[in-house]
Nanobody, 126 residues
Framework: VQLQASGGGLVQAGGSLRLSCAAS????????MAWFRQAPGKGREFVAA????????YYADSAKGRFAISRDSAKNTMYLQMNSLKPEDTATYYC????????????????????WGQGTLVTVSS
């Protein structure tokens, strides 16, 4: 399965963006999908995850109350609605999918998951 993230861009602090992640390829069989991000010069950080079949969601503390993860099963697409954006949210956002690992544990590596997308850049200006 290939993952294609989109929707990033430049936004002012306090603004909103909606990221999308479309899955394509062989049969979709993820147990869960997630968004991770990596800011310039910093390590990779878990943002939010969703269990595909139940819709259960998990968030990093930095995302709670501001971000909302969702999915459209018919389109095999995941979304991340980001509101009240802050300059510290500036990062490349990656969508990830896996059939067995709990992605909200936040310790996964790209080489250890079923699919890791190329990322979309979000820049929040102050």
């Amino acid at each position: 399965v290939q993952l294609q993230a989109s929707g990033g861009g430049l936004v002012q602090a306090g603004g909103s963006l909606r990221l999308s992640c479309a899955a394509s390829g062989r049969t979709f069989n993820f147990y869960n999908m997630a968004w991770f991000r990596q800011a310039p010069g910093k390590g990779r950080e878990f943002v939010a995850a969703i269990v595909w079949h139940t819709g259960d969601t998990y968030y990093a503390d930095s995302a709670k109350g501001r971000f909302a993860i969702s999915r459209d099963s018919a389109k095999n697409t995941m979304y991340l609605q980001m509101n009240s954006l802050k300059p510290e949210d500036t990062a490349t956002y990656y969508c990830v999918g896996d059939s067995t690992k709990y992605l909200w544990f936040g310790t996964v590596l790209p080489e250890h998951v079923d699919a890791w997308g190329q990322g979309t850049l979000v820049t929040v200006s102050s």
